[in-house]
């Protein structure tokens, strides 16, 4: 049975779905990354042979593509979310994992770049942990 995958940006005007298996999960934590998510990682899924429809939205789109590097975000001129982009002419399908509204049934495989990790992302499943922000 094929997979179908929904996601949205943030403020909802980007929607999409994907139909098919993803092969890679990484969590990637380059000094772009962490500039695009504004995050200790990006926390990206990959698909050669998944296929992207955009449901609404699509005037929404603007891609960013860092010069000299292989490295683009895809996100909503409205309110700047990272959205699933298109690399290498189309043929590989990056979703930021989480755009996802549907549960990803797969595993990070590794965490990447980890020697260009921020200086205070060390041990960071050793804090205390919150279901909500603590008082
Ligand atoms: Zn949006
Ligand atoms: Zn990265």
Known sequence: MTELHR??????AVR???????ERFFLCHCSRCRKGSGSSHGAKLFSST??????????HLRTY???AARHQT???TNCGAPVPDLRNDGALL??????????????PL??????SRANW??????LPAFDERPA
Do not use: K, N
């Open 74 to 76: 895809t996100f909503c």
């Open 65 to 67: 593509r860092i010069p």
């Open 7 to 12: 996601g949205s940006c943030q403020c909802g």
């Open 121 to 126: 992302d060390d041990h960071l499943e050793d």
């Open 94 to 107: 990056m979703v930021p994992a989480g755009c996802l509204d549907t549960p990803v049934d797969f595993r």
């Open 16 to 22: 999409f779905e994907i139909e098919g298996e993803f």
């Open 110 to 115: 590794a965490h990447i770049y980890i020697a």
């Open 50 to 59: 998944a296929r992207l429809t955009w449901l609404s939205g699509e005037d």
